[in-house]
């Protein structure tokens, strides 16, 4: 998991390589305890940023208030190779003695390592009270971990680690997949209880010691893309050096809720328009036909994207039927393949992924099969994008979020995780000054057919969208043309409501209405097509539906600044 340079200076970027925390075998160990002088502060610690930053009640942690192995509920306990394949990490190594959660570590490189499945999330604070005394070759870790677990990609946050000295603390901000690190150090006893804390918002990352901030990064490319969680370890990292035991004793754990976010100064909004293509349900299986409804509409966008009249193309999901595969994928490559390097792109569930049956739409948009050009998602964020998670961009002075409503399907519990995330993702953007717009494939204010009724299920996310007045909802899924009025969440048109765009027209066979929701004001389900828009700086917006076969319908309008 950590393999870092010397850092130079307190906030200085360089490049570091990782290995993996716990992914290894198992192993299994009788080693003997190691026996080590216990951390004893002199005059207890006041300092926290919980307390002194008004961090509120925790909603997750643990006291240590109990005797025995660490609560299987709350923790799972490393049994595998140590860090870096060194030593072994044993669960007869931690301990909880009444008060403190204790690891031991022996000469020889028997040690401990654990991680929290108690707050896991997106945006968030953590605070630890610990202290580690004995051999250099032990470094005692308190940091973040990915849930996703794929590192580097999706980051790491070391925000208390020590490296060969008791006597220095430092900070490593691991982030992206070619894993640069921001770190700082800071002179303190070690040996002593401190507090250790790391506060995680849409605005950056800041690190606390007894609650003074020590370590701030606010550079938007660094953000971690998925929640996270705690993990404590002690790593035995072998020199030269005589061998000897190492200990790291934690008084407790406290997880809280992300802050409301206060950006220090806004930004001048920008002037620029963000004009875009979007459709979903898009390409046949095993269709290459430049004049079929799908290339028909991939020409169209993509001369749009080379003479520059468009800047990028929003996919709203279910890109290749029958399944995403990258081998069926290759059929939907030939004809949209130009477009990839400027497509965002949400996943529909089923055809685009389905957990144990196919999972390639996000590794085809990553360039890992197929072909290796990325898509905007992937080159802009840098970073993988998982099809069943959440991201989010800006363009001009609008911030678009992908909200991914498969996930509902398949996790539900992540899916309601994601609306608080998603939640302080918007209310960033909007003290930002921006505008907002969502797009997500399967639509909640939309017509039924004889495949689909609305999708009631991401109804709390339609309450966050409306709580933080999204202006312009994008979605697919039912394979024809709908566009709503101004809508609230609660089907009422009104002056300041999400306009919902249901564009579901890329190709594939067109479904009839069989419902009439009032609220919908124009649709129609014998046209093949594509929208195009233009959000403007001021958070107005035309839009323009263009028809590429059968009926030839259309539809155009705009709407003022909100």
């Known amino acids: 998991m950590r393999k870092h340079l010397v850092a130079l200076g307190v906030a200085a970027i360089f490049l570091a390589g990782c290995s993996a925390p716990s992914t290894q075998p198992a192993v299994t160990s009788t080693a003997p305890v190691a026996t080590s002088a216990t951390p004893t502060p002199a005059t207890p610690t006041t300092g926290s940023a919980a307390t002194d930053l008004n961090w509120g009640t925790p909603t997750a942690g643990d006291e240590f208030n109990y005797t025995g192995a660490p609560d299987a509920a709350k923790w799972s306990v490393y049994n595998s ?86 006597n220095v603390i430092k900070f490593f901000y691991h982030h992206g997949c070619s894993d640069t690190v921001t770190s700082a150090s800071k002179a303190l006893d070690v040996g002593q209880f401190h507090n250790y804390a790391v506060d995680w918002s849409p605005n950056g990352m800041v690190g606390y010691v007894d609650g003074v901030k020590w370590f701030e990064d606010k550079n938007s490319a660094h953000q971690p893309p998925g929640p996270m969680h705690q993990t404590l370890q002690l790593d035995w990292v072998p020199d030269s050096t005589a061998n000897g035991p190492g200990e790291m004793r934690v008084d407790w754990v406290r997880v809280y809720a992300a802050g409301d976010p206060t950006p220090a100064a806004l930004p001048p ?27 028909k509409n991939a020409a169209s966008i993509i001369a749009g994207l080379n003479d520059g009249s468009l800047d990028n193309f929003l996919a709203l999901g279910d890109f290749q039927y029958d399944n995403g595969t990258c081998t069926a994928l290759e059929a939907y490559d030939q004809l949209w393949g130009p477009a990839k390097a400027k497509t965002y792109w949400t996943a529909g569930p089923n055809h685009d992924v389905e957990p144990g049956e196919n999972d390639d739409v996000d590794r085809y948009m990553d360039g890992q099969c197929v072909s290796t050009v990325k898509s905007a998602t992937s080159s802009d964020i840098v970073r993988f994008q998982d099809a069943l998670d959440w991201y989010s961009f800006d363009k001009g002075n609008w911030h678009i979020l992908v909200a991914p409503t498969a996930t509902w399907r398949y996790n539900a519990a992540r899916a309601q995780a994601m609306t608080s995330e998603m939640d302080a993702d918007l209310k960033a953007a909007k003290a930002a000054g921006r505008h907002l717009a969502v797009m997500y494939h399967d639509p909640y204010f939309t017509s039924s057919t004889s495949s689909h009724a609305r999708f009631s299920k991401a109804k709390p996310w339609i309450d966050v969208f409306w709580a933080n007045r999204v202006r312009v909802l994008l979605s697919g899924s039912q394979h024809n043309y709908e566009r709503t009025c101004p809508i609230n969440n609660e089907d009422q048109c009104v002056a300041d409501g999400m306009q919902q765009f249901q564009v579901s027209a890329g190709g594939i066979g067109l479904r009839a209405f069989t419902s009439s929701p009032t609220y919908v004001q124009r649709k129609f389900s014998d046209t093949w097509g594509h929208l195009r828009m233009s959000l403007k700086a001021d958070g107005s917006y035309t839009w323009e539906f263009r028809p590429v076969s059968g009926g030839m319908q259309t539809d155009s309008g705009s709407r003022s600044p909100g």
């Open 269 to 295: 909004p920008s002037d620029e328009s963000f004009e875009f293509a979007a459709t979903g349900d898009i390409n046949p299986a095993g269709n290459t036909s430049a004049t079929s409804h799908s290339g």
């Open 81 to 166: 190779a140590g860090h870096a394949g060194n030593g072994i990490r044993s669960p007869q190594q931690v301990t909880v003695d009444g008060s403190q959660m204790v690891m031991t570590g022996t000469p020889d490189g028997t040690t401990a390592g654990m991680s929290a499945k108690f707050g896991r999330q997106k945006y968030g604070r953590w605070e630890v009270r610990a202290a580690g005394s004995g051999d250099d070759e032990y470094h005692m870790v308190a940091l973040l971990w990915p849930d996703s677990g794929k590192w580097p990609c999706d980051g790491e946050v070391n925000y208390a680690e020590t490296m060969g000295d008791w």
